[in-house]
């Protein structure tokens, strides 16, 4: 079957460090591939997202690339701020299976 | 832009009570799913519907009802409340479409606990 898996958390960084968040996957065929955040105290919200091999999603100073070579999507951020603090959800969907598969979430904590 | 509405946010339960946590999207969007959210285990799917009239077990439905009678509501029910049921529930939707890329759109959570 699909799984996701991401890093263990929390990742603790400073203001300004950069940020890398691992996520690897299992899936048959072509998946599209997302990162969902969770500020506290409220529901998850898309991120970004790509669609197809070598794709770049971005948003908010966030990037990722589905490689499909590595069945990887990490997620990456060149200079974190404190109000990026939040909890990271890789994900994965397949055409013709409408359940995505969630990773466990990675928390992330942002000093000044 | 109302999204995905749940209600209500926070609720104390005794054991062997029952509730109803109420979800309704705007978005005319197929597909309705429930999600609990509990320390250190992710989200899991307790139900999920892609179209009024039809529903079907996520990983976790012991212990909860759902029915699908319209496309905006899909309301979750506990027949008789547990302490394992304390959580967080997250209500979730996405339009089916023949493309996998499709966003899921999630409430704002309902803090359930059980006491």
């Known amino acids: 079957g699909n799984s996701v898996t991401q890093m263990e958390g929390p990742v603790t960084l400073s203001e300004e460090a950069f940020l890398t968040i691992n996520c690897t996957y299992t899936a048959t065929g072509y998946p599209s591939l997302f990162w969902y955040v969770q500020y506290p105290g409220e529901g998850l919200q898309l991120l970004l997202k790509?669609?197809?091999?070598?794709d770049k999603g971005s948003n908010k100073g966030f990037e990722a690339t589905y490689r499909k070579e590595t069945t990887s999507f990490h997620l990456e951020k060149g200079s974190v701020q404190v109000s990026d603090s939040a909890v990271y959800f890789c994900?994965?969907?397949?055409?013709?299976?409408?359940?995505?598969?969630f990773g466990r979430g990675t928390s992330l904590i942002v000093h000044p | 832009n109302a999204g995905v509405t749940q209600t209500p946010k926070f609720q104390v339960l005794k054991t062997g009570q029952s509730m109803t946590l109420q979800c309704a999207q705007d978005m005319n969007h197929e597909y309705m799913s429930w999600y609990r959210q509990d320390p250190g285990m992710g989200l899991r799917l307790i139900h999920y519907?892609?179209?009024?009239?039809?529903?079907d077990q996520g990983e976790v439905p012991n212990g909860y009802n759902v029915s699908r009678s319209t496309t905006e509501d899909f309301p979750l029910r506990l027949l008789s409340a547990a302490p394992s049921q304390t959580s967080v529930y997250f209500c979730?939707?996405?339009?089916?479409?023949?493309?996998?890329?499709?966003?899921?759109?999630f409430g704002e959570g309902s803090w359930l606990t059980v006491v």
């Open positions: 994900a994965l969907s397949k055409g013709g299976s409408y359940i995505p598969t």
């Open positions: 790509a669609t197809k091999a070598d």
């Open positions: 979730a939707s996405s339009s089916l479409g023949a493309t996998s890329g499709n966003t899921i759109y």
């Open positions: 519907s892609v179209g009024a009239g039809i529903t």
